[in-house]
T-cell receptor
Framework: KNEVEQSPQNLTAQEGEFITINCSYSVGISALHWLQQHPGGGIVSLFMLSSGKKKHGRLIATINIQEKHSSLHITASHPRDSAVYICAVHAHNSGGGADGLTFGKGTHLIIQP | DTEVTQTPKHLVMGMTNKKSLKCEQHMGHRAMYWYKQKAKKPPELMFVYSYEKLSINESVPSRFSPECPNSSLLNLHLHALQPEDSALYLC????????????FGQGTRLTVV
Protein backbone atom coordinates (compact mmCIF):
# COMPACT_ATOMS: atom_id res chain seq x y z
CA LYS A 1 0.00 0.00 0.00
CA ASN A 2 1.35 3.44 -0.90
CA GLU A 3 2.00 5.75 2.01
CA VAL A 4 0.36 8.62 0.11
CA GLU A 5 -2.87 8.04 -1.78
CA GLN A 6 -4.49 10.62 -4.04
CA SER A 7 -7.91 10.73 -5.62
CA PRO A 8 -9.07 11.05 -8.24
CA GLN A 9 -6.23 9.93 -10.53
CA ASN A 10 -7.76 11.78 -13.46
CA LEU A 11 -10.26 14.63 -13.48
CA THR A 12 -11.80 16.48 -16.41
CA ALA A 13 -14.03 19.46 -15.68
CA GLN A 14 -15.50 22.49 -17.39
CA GLU A 15 -14.11 25.96 -16.98
CA GLY A 16 -15.54 27.62 -13.89
CA GLU A 17 -16.17 24.45 -11.92
CA PHE A 18 -15.06 24.01 -8.31
CA ILE A 19 -12.34 21.35 -8.15
CA THR A 20 -11.39 19.16 -5.19
CA ILE A 21 -8.42 16.81 -5.08
CA ASN A 22 -7.93 14.59 -2.04
CA CYS A 23 -4.86 13.14 -0.38
CA SER A 24 -4.65 10.56 2.40
CA TYR A 25 -1.46 9.41 4.06
CA SER A 26 -0.61 6.69 6.51
CA VAL A 27 2.57 7.93 8.19
CA GLY A 28 3.26 10.58 10.77
CA ILE A 29 4.29 13.75 9.01
CA SER A 30 5.87 17.07 9.81
CA ALA A 31 4.45 18.72 6.69
CA LEU A 32 2.42 18.09 3.56
CA HIS A 33 3.03 19.69 0.19
CA TRP A 34 0.74 20.34 -2.72
CA LEU A 35 2.76 20.55 -5.91
CA GLN A 36 1.87 21.44 -9.48
CA GLN A 37 3.58 20.04 -12.57
CA HIS A 38 2.76 21.07 -16.13
CA PRO A 39 3.48 18.57 -18.94
CA GLY A 40 7.20 18.12 -19.43
CA GLY A 41 7.90 20.73 -16.79
CA GLY A 42 9.39 21.12 -13.39
CA ILE A 43 7.55 21.14 -10.13
CA VAL A 44 6.12 24.23 -8.47
CA SER A 45 5.31 24.16 -4.79
CA LEU A 46 1.80 25.51 -4.23
CA PHE A 47 1.42 25.00 -0.49
CA MET A 48 3.19 23.54 2.47
CA LEU A 49 0.85 22.68 5.35
CA SER A 50 1.31 21.35 8.82
CA SER A 51 -2.13 22.31 10.14
CA GLY A 52 -5.33 24.15 9.25
CA LYS A 53 -5.90 25.88 5.97
CA LYS A 54 -4.05 28.07 3.50
CA LYS A 55 -5.34 30.17 0.61
CA HIS A 56 -3.53 31.67 -2.35
CA GLY A 57 -5.64 33.28 -5.04
CA ARG A 58 -8.11 30.69 -6.30
CA LEU A 59 -6.34 27.84 -4.53
CA ILE A 60 -7.21 26.58 -1.07
CA ALA A 61 -5.51 23.76 0.79
CA THR A 62 -6.70 22.15 4.01
CA ILE A 63 -5.28 19.47 6.23
CA ASN A 64 -6.72 17.38 9.06
CA ILE A 65 -3.81 15.90 10.97
CA GLN A 66 -5.98 13.61 13.11
CA GLU A 67 -7.63 12.07 10.05
CA LYS A 68 -4.38 12.12 8.00
CA HIS A 69 -6.16 13.80 5.14
CA SER A 70 -5.67 16.89 2.99
CA SER A 71 -7.63 18.51 0.19
CA LEU A 72 -6.71 20.95 -2.54
CA HIS A 73 -9.53 23.08 -3.90
CA ILE A 74 -9.53 25.24 -7.01
CA THR A 75 -12.32 27.81 -7.33
CA ALA A 76 -13.45 29.21 -10.69
CA SER A 77 -11.22 26.76 -12.55
CA HIS A 78 -9.55 27.84 -15.78
CA PRO A 79 -7.89 25.90 -18.62
CA ARG A 80 -4.50 27.17 -17.45
CA ASP A 81 -5.06 25.18 -14.24
CA SER A 82 -4.67 22.00 -16.32
CA ALA A 83 -1.70 20.17 -14.84
CA VAL A 84 -0.74 17.28 -12.61
CA TYR A 85 -1.27 18.02 -8.93
CA ILE A 86 0.89 16.03 -6.57
CA CYS A 87 0.53 15.54 -2.84
CA ALA A 88 3.81 14.88 -1.05
CA VAL A 89 4.57 14.41 2.63
CA HIS A 90 7.64 15.00 4.70
CA ALA A 91 7.53 12.07 7.09
CA HIS A 92 8.78 12.18 10.65
CA ASN A 93 12.33 10.88 10.77
CA SER A 94 13.43 9.79 14.19
CA GLY A 95 17.03 9.83 12.98
CA GLY A 96 16.78 13.52 12.20
CA GLY A 97 18.13 13.14 8.71
CA ALA A 98 17.02 15.03 5.60
CA ASP A 99 15.18 12.26 3.84
CA GLY A 100 13.23 13.91 1.06
CA LEU A 101 9.55 13.72 0.28
CA THR A 102 7.16 10.81 -0.26
CA PHE A 103 4.97 11.52 -3.25
CA GLY A 104 1.46 10.51 -4.24
CA LYS A 105 0.91 9.37 -7.81
CA GLY A 106 -0.63 12.67 -8.80
CA THR A 107 -3.98 13.83 -10.13
CA HIS A 108 -4.09 14.70 -13.82
CA LEU A 109 -6.49 17.63 -14.10
CA ILE A 110 -7.90 18.90 -17.41
CA ILE A 111 -10.08 22.00 -17.48
CA GLN A 112 -11.97 22.34 -20.72
CA PRO A 113 -13.04 25.76 -22.03
CA ASP B 1 16.37 34.68 -4.76
CA THR B 2 14.05 31.71 -4.17
CA GLU B 3 15.06 29.67 -7.16
CA VAL B 4 16.64 26.35 -7.76
CA THR B 5 18.31 26.48 -11.16
CA GLN B 6 19.04 23.36 -13.15
CA THR B 7 21.14 23.12 -16.29
CA PRO B 8 20.88 21.99 -18.96
CA LYS B 9 17.11 21.92 -19.51
CA HIS B 10 17.42 19.17 -22.11
CA LEU B 11 20.21 16.65 -22.71
CA VAL B 12 20.59 13.91 -25.28
CA MET B 13 23.51 11.58 -24.73
CA GLY B 14 24.83 8.31 -26.09
CA MET B 15 25.40 5.29 -23.93
CA THR B 16 29.16 5.80 -24.02
CA ASN B 17 29.09 9.50 -23.20
CA LYS B 18 29.98 11.20 -19.95
CA LYS B 19 27.87 14.20 -19.01
CA SER B 20 26.92 16.16 -15.90
CA LEU B 21 23.73 17.75 -14.61
CA LYS B 22 24.03 20.86 -12.52
CA CYS B 23 21.83 22.30 -9.79
CA GLU B 24 22.36 25.62 -8.03
CA GLN B 25 20.61 27.51 -5.25
CA HIS B 26 21.55 30.66 -3.36
CA MET B 27 18.99 30.48 -0.55
CA GLY B 28 21.45 29.21 2.03
CA HIS B 29 19.80 25.80 2.00
CA ARG B 30 21.97 23.02 3.41
CA ALA B 31 20.00 20.00 2.14
CA MET B 32 19.87 19.22 -1.57
CA TYR B 33 18.16 16.37 -3.38
CA TRP B 34 18.18 14.55 -6.69
CA TYR B 35 14.96 12.93 -7.90
CA LYS B 36 14.27 10.87 -11.01
CA GLN B 37 10.85 11.04 -12.63
CA LYS B 38 9.67 8.73 -15.38
CA ALA B 39 6.70 9.70 -17.54
CA LYS B 40 3.37 9.68 -15.70
CA LYS B 41 5.05 8.56 -12.47
CA PRO B 42 5.81 10.47 -9.27
CA PRO B 43 9.40 11.52 -8.58
CA GLU B 44 11.66 8.94 -6.93
CA LEU B 45 14.36 10.01 -4.52
CA MET B 46 17.90 9.22 -5.65
CA PHE B 47 20.29 11.10 -3.37
CA VAL B 48 20.23 13.51 -0.45
CA TYR B 49 23.11 15.76 0.54
CA SER B 50 23.07 17.37 3.95
CA TYR B 51 25.74 19.94 4.75
CA GLU B 52 27.65 18.86 1.62
CA LYS B 53 27.81 15.25 2.78
CA LEU B 54 25.97 12.41 1.12
CA SER B 55 23.21 11.51 3.54
CA ILE B 56 21.05 9.13 1.54
CA ASN B 57 21.72 6.99 -1.55
CA GLU B 58 18.59 5.13 -2.50
CA SER B 59 20.40 2.17 -4.07
CA VAL B 60 21.14 4.11 -7.21
CA PRO B 61 23.41 2.41 -9.81
CA SER B 62 27.01 3.60 -9.84
CA ARG B 63 26.61 5.02 -13.34
CA PHE B 64 25.01 7.96 -11.49
CA SER B 65 27.57 9.78 -9.36
CA PRO B 66 26.51 12.77 -7.26
CA GLU B 67 28.82 15.52 -6.10
CA CYS B 68 28.29 18.50 -3.82
CA PRO B 69 31.33 20.76 -4.23
CA ASN B 70 29.89 23.52 -2.03
CA SER B 71 26.71 24.45 -0.22
CA SER B 72 25.17 26.09 -3.30
CA LEU B 73 25.96 23.54 -5.96
CA LEU B 74 24.93 19.95 -6.61
CA ASN B 75 26.09 17.93 -9.60
CA LEU B 76 25.01 14.58 -10.99
CA HIS B 77 27.69 12.94 -13.12
CA LEU B 78 26.42 10.47 -15.71
CA HIS B 79 28.45 7.72 -17.34
CA ALA B 80 27.53 4.64 -19.39
CA LEU B 81 23.81 5.23 -19.03
CA GLN B 82 21.13 2.99 -20.48
CA PRO B 83 18.09 4.02 -22.51
CA GLU B 84 15.88 3.20 -19.53
CA ASP B 85 17.63 5.99 -17.62
CA SER B 86 15.85 8.49 -19.84
CA ALA B 87 13.72 10.59 -17.51
CA LEU B 88 13.22 14.01 -15.98
CA TYR B 89 15.85 14.63 -13.31
CA LEU B 90 14.70 17.04 -10.64
CA CYS B 91 16.78 18.85 -8.07
CA UNK B 92 15.34 20.25 -4.85
CA UNK B 93 16.64 22.01 -1.79
CA UNK B 94 15.48 22.70 1.73
CA UNK B 95 16.81 24.70 4.63
CA UNK B 96 18.38 21.67 6.24
CA UNK B 97 17.79 18.60 8.34
CA UNK B 98 14.22 18.42 9.59
CA UNK B 99 13.09 21.47 7.60
CA UNK B 100 10.37 20.24 5.27
CA UNK B 101 9.88 23.20 2.96
CA UNK B 102 11.25 22.22 -0.43
CA UNK B 103 12.03 24.24 -3.51
CA PHE B 104 12.24 22.44 -6.83
CA GLY B 105 14.14 23.16 -10.00
CA GLN B 106 12.59 22.94 -13.45
CA GLY B 107 14.35 19.68 -14.15
CA THR B 108 16.63 18.32 -16.84
CA ARG B 109 14.93 16.20 -19.50
CA LEU B 110 17.48 13.45 -20.24
CA THR B 111 17.29 11.19 -23.28
CA VAL B 112 19.77 8.34 -23.60
CA VAL B 113 20.16 7.02 -27.15
Amino acid sequence: KNEVEQSPQNLTAQEGEFITINCSYSVGISALHWLQQHPGGGIVSLFMLSSGKKKHGRLIATINIQEKHSSLHITASHPRDSAVYICAVHAHNSGGGADGLTFGKGTHLIIQP
Amino acid sequence: DTEVTQTPKHLVMGMTNKKSLKCEQHMGHRAMYWYKQKAKKPPELMFVYSYEKLSINESVPSRFSPECPNSSLLNLHLHALQPEDSALYLCASSLGQGFPEAFFGQGTRLTVV
